[in-house]
């Protein structure tokens, strides 16, 4: 009982949010720098909003807007933002790891250089948005739409990709297995003479 007690406890507090951070980010609709970590963020509009350097492990993200929004190395690892949008915005260097984003929006969003392994992308909208640099261990692409969008040096193997909309996406420089390769050329996709089918 102790054990179950304790990890309750400890549950709690690894995803415990500053509550003045979260007042903060509700009414100035931003909060730099801040513990927003397993905060409920849900369906409120925060286009423009600058939450770059913040920690929202955990949080609930589902259906607001943060069009135009900066989310430059941040920590969203197992946060909720399914049916979110992040049209034009940038998240470049961030944690999202075990993000759940089904059904997002990522238009024209900058992921370069995030790590995005073990992430729900089923369903999402990313066209013309930038995965360059991204690392994509096991993430699932599965019916996404990822028109015109680009991957550059990147490991794309254990990616899932089924059904996934690649018209025009650009890959160079990436290593992909030759299931993928094929399907891509399908989709009349853009493989570059450095993209690796193995």
């Known amino acids: 009982m102790r054990t179950l007690l304790l990890a309750v406890v400890l ?3 690894l995803h415990a949010y500053d509550a003045a951070h979260l007042k903060k980010a509700l009414e100035e609709k931003e909060c730099i720098g801040c513990d927003l970590r397993g ?9 423009g909003g600058d939450f770059h350097g913040s920690n929202l492990s955990y949080a609930d993200l589902s259906g607001s807007m943060f069009e135009m929004g900066d989310f430059n190395d941040c920590n969203l690892s197992g946060a909720n933002v399914e049916g979110a949008l992040f049209w034009k915005g940038t ?6 790891t075990h993000i759940r984003a089904r059904g997002a929006n990522f238009k024209g969003t900058h992921l370069e250089q995030s790590n995005l392994s073990f992430a729900d992308l089923r369903e999402t909208k990313s066209w013309k948005a930038n995965f360059s ?3 994509l261990y096991k993430t699932d692409f599965t019916n996404a739409e990822l028109g015109d969008a680009k991957f550059i040096r990147n490991d794309l193997r254990l990616a899932k990709m ?3 909309l690649l018209w025009q996406t650009r890959f160079s420089d990436t ?3 030759k299931v993928q390769c094929v399907y891509a050329k399908k989709e ?11």
């Open 39 to 47: 905060a409920n963020l849900s369906k409120n509009d925060f286009s």
């Open 91 to 96: 998240m470049k260097r961030s944690d999202l």
């Open 175 to 177: 290593v992909m297995n």
């Open 188 to 198: 009349e996709a853009l493989l570059d003479a450095n993209v690796t089918c193995r």
């Open 11 to 13: 549950g709690i507090s």
């Open 133 to 135: 640099d991204v690392l």
């Open 162 to 164: 089924k059904n996934t």
